[in-house]
């Protein structure tokens, strides 16, 4: 299952709470803040209790970044860096081009 917080909260279901339920299930999660498609953060979802429900089910896979930066790239990633278990991939066409 492909689980998206955005929508999830814009139909009135509670990330976090839905995630203990079903996250076992997730394959994919995206992610942005509602209102307004942001970064985490600067809307309603509570985040740190998101996150954590997605610890507590084992969910180990990539987070995709589903959100328009409020104020520019650099700005809209610093949210990551409060979360210890949140670590930014390096894309792999950089990997490969590396000589």
């Known amino acids: 299952m492909t689980f998206d917080a955005f ?5 009135n279901v509670d990330p976090a709470q ?3 339920e079903w996250g076992r299930v997730f394959r994919h999660v ?3 803040d509602d209102p307004g498609r942001h970064e985490p953060g600067s809307g ?8 954590e429900a997605l610890a507590t089910v084992g ?3 990539v987070i995709g970044l589903e959100y328009v ?5 650099a700005e809209g990633l610093a949210w ?3 979360y210890d278990r949140i670590t930014p991939l390096e894309p792999s066409i950089d990997r490969e081009s590396r000589t």
């Open 30 to 32: 995206q992610i942005a």
């Open 59 to 61: 969910y180990a896979g």
């Open 80 to 82: 990551a860096d409060h």
């Open 7 to 11: 929508h999830a909260a814009q139909s």
């Open 44 to 51: 309603t979802i509570d985040f740190p209790a998101f996150f």
């Open 69 to 73: 930066p409020a104020a520019g790239a």
């Open 18 to 20: 839905f995630t203990r």
